[in-house]
Antibody
Framework: QVTLKESGPALVKPTQTLTLTCTFSGFSLTTSGMRVTWIRQPPGKALEWLARIDWDDDKFYSTSLKTRLTISKDTSKNQVVLTMTNMDPVDTATYYC???????????WGQGTTVTVSS | DIQMTQSPSSLSASVGDRVTMTCRASQSISRYLNWYQQKPGKAPKLLIYAASSLQSGVPSRFSGSGSGTDFTLTISSLQPEDFAIYYCQQSYSTVLTFGGGTKVEIK
């Protein structure tokens, strides 16, 4: 059974750095073609793609956020970490991670973690 | 970035209706188009990948079509559990993008 679960702080202050962890099971990020993606959704708004990391350690970022984002993986722990610097209240959202096998869409999602940015 | 535009932004339909919604890309994306369903308070669920391939476990009343810039998601006979928001997403570019969503409401 494939599962993913996001974890991180529920509240961060403006200008702080957010660190989110996606812990997964049931698949390996060392398998050719496997990827993990981060997505967020502000309250009442549409989904926004943030970043993706591939089995071969290729990394891809949202054009508008790439200067603030870093994605990494720890295959021994089955974890993908996303950091976002200089947090702002507009970054308040539910953050999701999703398994993303090549050409198969984001087929399994975590439950999401809600992050509020407020002083 | 490739822009994805969904229409309509919302629609009202009755149980049993045939429902169609569209997604248009700002440039050709071949068939690199996925559809998701999201219910309130829940994570999105993959319905269709590669424009027309039905994800395992998804009811056959859902179907997708299109290629290039224009895509369609059809629900052949709307069921009570289908009232939700539907998003398209392109995977042609290494910078992925979602559409703004189509909300399907009860008439």
């Amino acid at each position: 059974q494939v599962t993913l679960k996001e974890s991180g702080p529920a509240l961060v202050k403006p200008t702080q750095t957010l660190t989110l962890t996606c812990t997964f099971s049931g698949f390996s990020l060392t398998t050719s073609g496997m990827r993990v993606t981060w997505i967020r959704q502000p309250p009442g708004k549409a989904l926004e793609w943030l970043a993706r990391i591939d089995w071969d350690d290729d990394k891809f970022y949202s054009t508008s956020l790439k200067t603030r984002l870093t994605i990494s993986k720890d295959t021994s722990k089955n974890q993908v970490v996303l950091t976002m610097t200089n947090m702002d209240p507009v970054d308040t959202a539910t953050y999701y991670c999703a398994r993303t096998p090549t050409e198969r869409g984001m087929d399994v999602w975590g439950q999401g973690t809600t992050v509020t940015v407020s002083s | 970035d490739i822009q994805m535009t969904q229409s309509p932004s919302s629609l009202s339909a009755s149980v049993g209706d045939r429902v169609t919604m569209t997604c248009r890309a700002s440039q050709s994306i071949s068939r690199y188009l996925n559809w998701y369903q999201q219910k309130p308070g829940k994570a999105p669920k993959l319905l269709i990948y590669a424009a027309s391939s039905l994800q395992s476990g998804v009811p056959s009343r859902f179907s997708g079509s299109g290629s290039g810039t224009d895509f369609t998601l059809t629900i052949s006979s709307l069921q009570p559990e289908d009232f939700a928001i539907y998003y398209c997403q392109q995977s042609y570019s290494t910078v992925l993008t979602f559409g703004g969503g189509t909300k399907v409401e009860i008439k």
